[in-house]
């Protein structure tokens, strides 16, 4: 009985910040992106898995000077994950995707972790047929479906 009470009270102060654990609900402000390499393939954009879930999407075209071809800047939909909110913004350069940037993602080491393996894929690939990420799957299919939805709205 003399342990018994002393057990009980380090237990009990042990599982107080397993009780309190909360997620983190917030979307990293930070944005990740990265450029082509130069030696980047020029394949079209691939047909893929269609979207599901999505709620928003639009696009801007801005021209370049002098070079007779135009870049495209198409948002694809934003999917609400258990992890939180994907949402990729892609750039075009005729039918060669050029860069892709993430506009909204779930603050969490493993997703941070993924973005730039998911953006080199993307940019390997020229579509959305990538495999998803080993820690990271949920973020993994959301990104993918949103890049597909872009892809989808440019054609």
Do not use: C
């Amino acid at each position: 009985m003399k342990r018994a009470i002393p057990v009980l009270v380090v237990s009990v102060a042990a599982l107080i910040p397993v009780w309190r654990y909360a997620p983190s609900a917030e979307t990293s402000s930070s944005s990740t992106e990265v450029a082509a390499p130069a030696s980047t393939p020029s394949a079209a954009a691939s047909s893929g898995s269609g979207s599901s879930g999505s709620s928003d999407s639009g696009s801007s075209d801005t021209g370049s000077s002098g070079s007779g071809t135009s870049n495209q800047v198409i948002a694809g939909s934003t999917l609400n994950t258990e992890k939180g909110p994907v949402q990729v913004e892609v750039t075009f350069e005729g039918d060669t995707i050029s860069s892709v940037r993430m506009l909204q993602q779930p603050n969490h080491p493993q997703t941070e972790a993924a973005v730039p393996k998911l953006i080199e894929e993307t940019l390997e690939a020229q579509s959305a047929d990538i495999d998803t990420v080993s820690g990271a799957t949920i973020t993994s299919e959301g990104y993918v479906e949103s890049l597909q939805a872009a892809i989808d709205a440019k054609s």
